[in-house]
């Protein structure tokens, strides 16, 4: 059983640069989502796909933000000039969507530090 | 911001021990959702509930949703090591379309 698979794991850039996250979902599963999630929180929404349409942006999502997930499988997370306060653990979710509260299946996460 | 107040933050029992964990809200959701997390590991689902008053247990633990839907409690009976790690609560609500809302967690520690 393949789970849902994110990479990098680990990530350090320098304040400015651009960096750029990819997640494979759970295979044939049509939602795909991103969060956030800050040391002793909980994740936060970021953002879902319904195949290749995104559906839904949470105002956590500035303009630096973009995912796509162009042929409804995979899915990138690019954030361009990265600032310190974008330091997270960014986690990747999936699941077979058949109503609202289908569950959410998640990766192990990319966890990125800007120095 | 996030809507969900877990509690306690922290917990620090003997093996064998049970354990119980609570999760409140000023609004309303539709489906209650626990997840465990393990340190440099995403969340792992536990237990779902859909159904206001549903009790349903998974293994040792059991958790419900509470009547008014503003609330969940999850309970682990006769606690292991491997039991360490983070709770979370999430909840859904069907106007928020896939939106989790998260609690911040309780931490719990094992004594062996």
């Known amino acids: 059983d393949t789970g849902v698979s994110q990479n990098p794991r680990h990530k350090i850039t320098k304040r400015g640069q651009n960096v750029t996250f990819r997640c494979d979902p759970i295979?044939?599963?049509?939602?795909l989502y991103w969060y956030r999630q800050t040391l002793g929180q909980g994740p936060e929404f970021l953002t879902y796909?319904?195949?290749?349409?995104?559906?839904?942006k949470s105002r956590l999502l500035s303009d630096r933000f973009s995912a796509e997930r162009p042929k409804g499988s995979f899915s990138t997370l690019e954030i361009q000039r990265t600032e310190q306060g974008d330091s997270a653990m960014y986690l990747c979710?999936?699941?077979?969507?058949?109503?609202?509260?289908?569950?959410?299946?998640f990766g192990n996460g990319t966890r990125l530090t800007v120095t | 911001g996030q809507q969900l107040n877990q509690s306690p933050q922290s917990m620090f029992i003997q093996e064998g021990e049970d354990v119980s964990m609570n999760c409140t809200s000023s609004?309303?959701?539709?489906?209650w959702l626990w997840y465990k997390q393990d340190p440099g590991e995403g969340p792992v689902l536990l237990i779902a509930l859909y159904k206001a008053g549903e009790l349903t247990s998974n293994g040792r633990l059991t958790a419900q949703f509470g009547i008014t839907r503003k609330d969940s409690f999850l309970n682990i009976s006769a606690s292991i090591p491997s039991d360490v790690g983070i709770y979370f609560c999430a909840g859904l609500k069907e106007t928020s379309g896939s939106r989790l809302t998260f609690g911040e967690g309780t931490q719990l520690t094992v004594n062996p």
């Open positions: 796909f319904q195949n290749e349409a995104q559906l839904e």
């Open positions: 295979s044939e599963h049509n939602r």
């Open positions: 609004s309303i959701f539709n489906t």
């Open positions: 979710a999936s699941s077979d969507y058949r109503g609202y509260n289908s569950p959410l299946h």
